[in-house]
């Protein structure tokens, strides 16, 4: 199982985008990209111009994770405007299989983000129309709030899932990634790793994401 690191931007300086991601463009795999909208989460970050914009500039492949209502409405534009991946909620979607197909089918991967206290049983029958499910191991919203161990009992049962299903789906986590919780994810069974506070409150932010790669490969 192949670790990846995803540094999220949120906790980046906005006023210089271009530099945050060139910081990490050699020691990531992925820019993770935190849209919210204020109704699904009770904060306002960016949207598809910022994700165009990175698109253009950036040399590694977008993360996208929507923290929106309405994500049928607007995933595919996302994916249209090329991120590479597109990761919708679980508790926002209305017609998740609908969606999710029509990421795909704009060439990004499909991703399920489910809450800390959503249960995964639910959507195993999703499974066969994703490439990714992102646990969030915080309520989602803001950076730097503190890892909920409370979820990695999930983690383990959807790696369960996965595996069972013999498709090639990455588990995601999000929220409070730190050298410390870092290898209680990867443990439980988690292969892509979103950090912000822990990245881009580090000195050398690819330092540090190399010292997340190597604390979750132990
Ligand atoms: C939170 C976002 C996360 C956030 C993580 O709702 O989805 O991606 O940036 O930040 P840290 O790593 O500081 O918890
Ligand atoms: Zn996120």
Redesign the pocket.
């Known amino acids: 199982m192949a670790i990846q690191i995803s540094p999220?931007i949120?906790?980046a300086d906005f006023a210089h985008l271009a530099a945050e991601a060139e910081a990490v463009s050699q020691s990531a795999d992925w820019l993770?990209v935190?849209v919210?909208d204020n109704h699904f989460?009770p904060n306002l970050t960016l949207g598809l111009p910022v994700v165009e914009a990175l698109r253009a500039s950036a040399s590694l492949p977008l993360d996208c994770?929507l923290?929106i209502e309405d994500p049928d409405r607007w995933a595919p534009s996302f994916a249209e405007a090329g991120a590479g991946s597109v990761t919708i909620h679980a508790e926002a979607a209305r017609s998740p299989v609908r969606t999710l197909r029509t990421i795909r089918s704009s060439g990004a991967r499909a991703g399920l983000a489910l809450n800390p206290v959503t249960p995964v049983d639910g959507y195993a029958e999703l499974l066969g129309e994703l490439d990714m499910v992102l646990m969030?191991t915080?309520?989602?919203?803001?950076?730097?709030?503190p890892f909920l161990d409370m979820v990695l009992p999930k983690i383990r049962r959807a790696r369960a899932l996965i595996n069972d299903s013999d498709a090639d789906i990455w588990l995601q986590v999000?929220?409070?990634?730190?050298a410390e919780t870092i290898e209680r994810a990867a443990e439980a069974g988690a292969d892509v790793f979103?950090?912000?506070?822990?990245?881009y409150?580090a000195d050398d932010p690819g330092h540090a994401v190399d010292a997340l790669r190597t604390q979750a490969e132990k």
């Open positions: 999220s949120l906790s993770h935190d919210m989460v994770h923290m969030m915080v309520e989602p919203g803001f950076g730097g709030q999000d929220g409070g990634v730190s979103v950090a912000g506070s822990a990245v409150g």
